[in-house]
């Protein structure tokens, strides 16, 4: 099992930043990837970004030039760096993580922290 702490979030005006950080513990995976999602109201559930543990990254375009995803490896700590903020980035944010393990995926979720842009 791998535990995820979600910290940060919060109420911000438009414009503004925020640091999500997530902690992972517990039976680690050898590959794996650590990420967040997002969910507005009424919509699915989304990613935002992702970062491996080689480094690589995936953004979605729609955060891309605003948001950074990184991490640190030894800490098993991945952090959201969300600038430039929208109301539209308005949502729950969730921490991923993602194992493989003999070909299999696992994935454990964090239980999301309230984003809210807003003037």
């Known amino acids: 099992q791998v535990q995820l702490v979600e910290s940060g979030g919060g109420l911000v005006q438009p414009g503004g930043s925020l640091r999500l950080s997530c902690a992972a513990s517990?039976?680690?995976?050898?590959?794996?990837?650590m990420g967040w999602y997002r969910q507005a109201p009424g919509k699915e559930r989304a990613l935002v970004a992702n970062?491996?543990?080689?480094?690589?990254?995936t953004v979605a375009d729609s955060v891309k030039g605003r948001f950074t995803i990184s991490r640190d490896v030894p800490k098993n700590t991945v952090y959201l760096q969300m600038n430039s903020l929208k109301p539209e980035d308005t949502a729950v944010y969730y921490c991923?993580?993602?194992?493989?393990?003999?070909?299999?995926?696992?994935?454990?979720w964090g239980q999301g922290t309230q984003v809210t842009v807003s003037s």
């Open positions: 517990g039976s680690m995976f050898s590959t794996n990837v």
């Open positions: 991923n993580y993602a194992g493989w393990r003999f070909g299999v995926r696992r994935d454990y």
């Open positions: 970062i491996n543990n080689g480094g690589s990254t």
